[in-house]
């Protein structure tokens, strides 16, 4: 079975400063995609950057990257450079293939910027 | 492009009544997921569609239903209404592999009273 874990509820991070949100994901999908995305308070799910299983470099997106690590099946975000508006939920997701298509969410991080 | 749009955005309705909420996707995309998105349960997976079929379904009661229109458009239709139903209720689209992207709209916030 699929699953994504996300084992912070909660991260506190510096202004300026640099922070890495958690993701673990488990399929035996051979081909499969890895997202993650931002739920500001307003609720809206905002995509942030995607990695594939067969992508060789870790995604970046501006300030986001993903760290990606295949044989430990963990993917990262490290966001760079925090500023307030970072302040959000953080989702980590994956959608497997084998016909399925579903995605699959973990739980969560809840990221603060202090100033 | 246009992103995905919902609509209502909020909603408030009583124990018993039934409601519809619509998605509009972006343009291209076949594929409509919805999700429930509740404090307690976190993000759940109701269902998706695709070119309109129901592709996926989640663990929702028969009172959970959906459908999909030809020009990809997708209601979602809760019926008999209770206390717990009361949550954001996120619609995504997607194009059809497996790996795309999908992209979410803003959400109705429904409250049940």
């Known amino acids: 079975a699929q699953k994504i874990t996300q084992t912070q509820p909660g991260m506190f991070v510096q202004e300026k400063e640099a922070v890495t949100l958690d993701c673990t994901y488990d399929?035996?999908?051979?081909?499969?995609?890895l997202f993650w995305y931002k739920q500001p308070s307003s609720g809206e799910m905002i995509f942030l950057i995607y990695q594939g299983s067969y992508d060789q470099q870790n995604a970046t997106e501006g300030r986001y990257s993903l760290n990606f690590q295949k044989a430990r099946k963990s993917a990262n975000l490290v966001i760079s450079a925090s500023q307030l508006g970072d302040s959000a939920m953080y989702f980590c997701?994956?959608?497997?293939?084998?016909?399925?298509?579903?995605?699959?969410f973990g739980t969560g991080t809840r990221l603060k910027v202090l100033a | 492009k246009a992103g995905v749009t919902q609509t209502p955005r909020y909603l408030i309705k009583t124990r018993g009544q039934q409601v519809t909420l619509s998605c509009s996707p972006i343009?291209?995309?076949?594929?409509v997921s919805w999700y429930q998105q509740t404090p307690g349960q976190g993000l759940q997976f109701l269902f998706e569609?695709?070119?309109?079929?129901?592709?996926n379904k989640g663990n929702f009661p028969g009172r959970f239903s959906g459908r999909q229109f030809s020009n990809s458009r997708s209601e979602m239709n809760v019926s008999t209404l209770e206390l717990g139903d009361s949550a954001l209720y996120l619609c995504?689209?997607?194009?059809?592999?497996?790996?795309?992207?999908?992209?979410f709209g803003p959400g109705t916030r429904l409250t049940v009273l």
């Open positions: 569609y695709f070119s309109e079929t129901q592709r």
């Open positions: 995504a689209s997607s194009q059809d592999r497996a790996t795309d992207t999908q992209y």
């Open positions: 399929t035996s999908d051979p081909s499969y995609g």
């Open positions: 343009s291209g995309h076949r594929s």
């Open positions: 997701a994956m959608r497997g293939g084998s016909g399925t298509y579903k995605y699959i």
